[in-house]
């Protein structure tokens, strides 16, 4: 069976740090795209940062570019968001997916809160 389960949100002060992972069972990630999304309340999805297959090439969202690092490590199956200067509008749930193809797989997401 397919998972991917997210962990390491909570509550941290505007400037703070945090480091989301993503782990995935039941598939290989090696040949999947792996992305990070959030959604904060009343607002759409939006995509945070994503990372290719072997190559690792990496893209973020503008808000985010400078500030978040993706990370991944096929030979443990896991993801990570390395998030640093956080500020309040940062304040939403992740969510991790893995991408290949017609098929996406989603996790059941992460609060991370950021309070001023």
């Known amino acids: 069976q397919v998972h991917l389960v997210e962990s390491g949100g909570g509550l941290v002060q505007s400037g703070g740090s945090l480091r989301l992972s993503c782990a995935a069972s039941?598939?290989?990630?090696?040949?999947?795209?792996m992305k990070w999304y959030r959604q904060a309340p009343g607002k759409d999805r939006e995509l945070v940062a994503m990372?290719?297959?072997?190559?690792?090439?990496?893209e973020y969202g503008d808000s985010m570019r400078g500030r978040f690092t993706i990370s991944r490590d096929n030979t443990k199956n896991t993801m990570w968001l390395q998030m640093s200067s956080l500020k309040p509008e940062d304040t939403a749930v992740y969510y991790c997916?893995?991408?290949?193809?017609?098929?996406?797989?989603w996790g059941q997401g992460t609060q991370v809160t950021v309070s001023s």
């Open positions: 990372i290719t297959t072997t190559s690792g090439l990496t």
């Open positions: 039941g598939f290989s990630i090696n040949t999947y795209t």
């Open positions: 997916s893995a991408e290949r193809g017609p098929f996406t797989y």
